[in-house]
């Protein structure tokens, strides 16, 4: 055996044995985050398999069906009011191919009557609300609810509207900065830096790395918030654009990647708050409960809470 090894093998041993028990004893190294909020039932857009997604219908409707969280996102008119809609773009919701920035807020369309649920092909929701409301409504209707942001755009009038309101309403503390993009996020944070925050996509692949090279127990994390799909409900439930997103291969290296109970359960721990998104079906949601995960974020509130009051959570 080369000599190297008598001194690289202890080593070895001595890192890996300390990071699988700091894994398990976060409390050592890092102080427990403090939310002010719990979040097991999440509303995707509001419950956007029940009603249209993102009216006042379907917040309404979410919060009656004792959700903690309102999941949505924002976007800014030509006349600069900060509204609640998933897309920029109208045409697959109002049928009308135009942009938000492009038009005042007065002149928004209507919903269809009837929108397909992204995460549940092949199936429709309907309400009689198909008004594209403002965040300001939002908190103003529902001044205690935590509810999560997504920014989509890369806009810093956009961002620092939807801080002012948040500011305005007084809920720095229940309001979630989240966006796909560390740009954003990171603009997002300097604007509010109040506000937690959730995972971007990039951050979200380093905390990978870092769990599976054993660094993760001595590592800080900033972050309040990991919200992310569970692999299982592509190509089942949910039919990504990307062509490479649904390649079975990938999917199954996601699932076999994320879907780690001691993964969840330390960044529980150190007080992260965990989601899966978007479940809608018993099965997946049974299979959040084993995993242990925090919450489940679902386009059908009433389904999530009849399962959660039948398994005693």
Same mark, same amino acid.
């Given at each position: ?24 004893? #976060? ?62 773009? *109208? *045409? ?6 135009? +942009? ?29 609300? &198909?008004? /594209? ?9 529902? #001044? ?6 997504? /920014? $989509? ?28 993009? +560390? ?51 592509? +190509? ?9 997103? &649904? +390649?079975? /291969? ?32 018993? *099965?997946? !949601? ?5 995993? $242990? ?13 009849? !399962? ?6």
């Amino acid at each position: 055996m080369p000599r190297a090894l008598y001194y690289a093998l202890p080593l070895l041993g001595g890192y890996s044995l300390t990071s699988w028990y700091l894994l398990r004893n #976060p409390h050592y190294l890092h102080q427990k985050k403090q939310l002010s909020f719990h979040c097991r039932h999440l509303s995707h857009r509001g419950g956007a398999g029940e009603k249209i997604e993102n009216t006042m219908e379907a917040f309404t409707n979410a919060v009656a069906q004792h959700t903690d969280l309102l999941e949505l996102d924002c976007h800014l008119t030509k006349d600069g009011r900060v509204v609640v809609s998933h897309d920029l773009n *109208l *045409l697959r919701q109002t049928g009308h191919n135009v +942009n938000i920035c492009d038009l005042n807020y007065s002149e928004l369309p209507q919903y269809k009557k009837h929108l397909e649920v992204t995460f549940h092909s092949g199936n429709f929701s309907s309400g009689h609300d &198909r008004r /594209i409301p403002l965040l300001e409504e939002v908190f103003q209707k529902f #001044p205690n609810m935590p509810v999560s942001i997504e /920014i $989509k755009e890369d806009k810093d009038e956009l961002i620092k509207k939807v801080s002012d309101l948040v500011k305005q309403y007084q809920r720095s503390d229940r309001t979630i900065w989240a966006s796909v993009s +560390n740009a954003i996020m990171n603009k997002c944070r300097k604007e509010n830096p109040d506000m937690p925050f959730s995972f971007t996509r990039c951050r979200g692949v380093l905390l990978l790395l870092l769990f599976y090279t054993g660094l993760l127990p001595f590592v800080p994390l900033k972050e309040s918030v990991a919200s992310t799909v569970m692999p299982s409900i592509i +190509n089942r439930a949910y039919y990504p654009q990307s062509s490479i997103m &649904r +390649n079975w /291969i990938l999917v199954r290296l996601m699932e076999k990647l994320i879907m780690r109970k001691s993964l969840i359960r330390h960044l529980k721990d150190r007080g992260i708050q965990v989601y899966f998104w978007v479940l809608n079906q018993e *099965l997946d !949601f049974q299979t959040a409960c084993k995993l $242990k995960a925090t919450g489940i974020i679902t386009d059908y509130p009433s389904h999530l809470c009849t !399962f959660l009051k039948s398994t005693g959570h």
